[in-house]
């Protein structure tokens, strides 16, 4: 699994937003933001306006969870049905080691499905392809997302059993801007 922060804007807007509700200047909100961070009610609102791009190349059974993230989540993924019939796959293309077998089978069946001028054929083979794809796949997105959001799936999800949240927040907290707001005391 790999994640990046692609980009990150709005807090000097969320600054001056968040001062206007309590007759301030943008310093004094920017002070007062540690505070308000972790209360609800509204209170913490200022983190929707703060928005951060996130690149993620990871295995598609976390996906299957992350999906489960829709508001002020935006996504753009790498499409399985025009990029994976593009190259044959190895080892890289999976999170954990995939028998050498399944990946041999699986590009017997990409070779063929590049070789076939038959349109229902390729469609057959593709279905057969995506149907034996394991779980492990490795697939990119770029994420759009705001740092309430943020918040909330690490407050559902830190504790986690699968390792790929922990590296996936250890990843975006060392590299946003701001990752005191996402887990306090950090």
């Known amino acids: 699994m790999l994640t990046s922060v692609l980009n990150e804007t709005g807090y000097e807007e969320s600054a001056f937003g968040f001062s206007l509700s309590y007759n301030s ?3 004094r909100a920017k002070e007062l933001f540690p505070k308000f961070a972790f209360k609800q009610g509204g209170e913490n609102k200022f983190l929707e306006s703060i928005y951060i ?3 993620i190349k990871a295995p598609r059974f976390w996906w ?15 499409s399985t049905m025009h990029t994976l019939m593009k190259k044959l796959l190895n080892q890289s293309n999976f999170e954990y080691h995939t028998s050498e077998e399944l990946i041999r089978d699986l590009n017997v069946l990409i070779k063929v499905y590049n070789e076939t001028e038959d349109k229902q054929t390729k469609n057959d083979m593709f279905l057969v392809i995506k149907n034996n794809l394991p779980e492990g796949f490795l697939q990119q997105r770029v994420v759009c997302l705001n740092y309430k959001t943020l918040q909330n799936m690490y407050n559902q999800r830190k504790n986690h059993k699968l390792p790929q949240w922990q590296m996936f927040f250890d990843y975006v907290l060392n590299d946003i801007e701001h990752p005191e707001f996402i887990k306090e005391s950090f």
Request: no cysteine; aromatic share 20%.
């Open 64 to 78: 299957q969870e992350f999906d489960t993230y829709r508001v002020g989540i935006t996504k753009q993924s790498e």
């Open 53 to 55: 791009w996130l690149y």
């Open 25 to 27: 200047t943008k310093d």
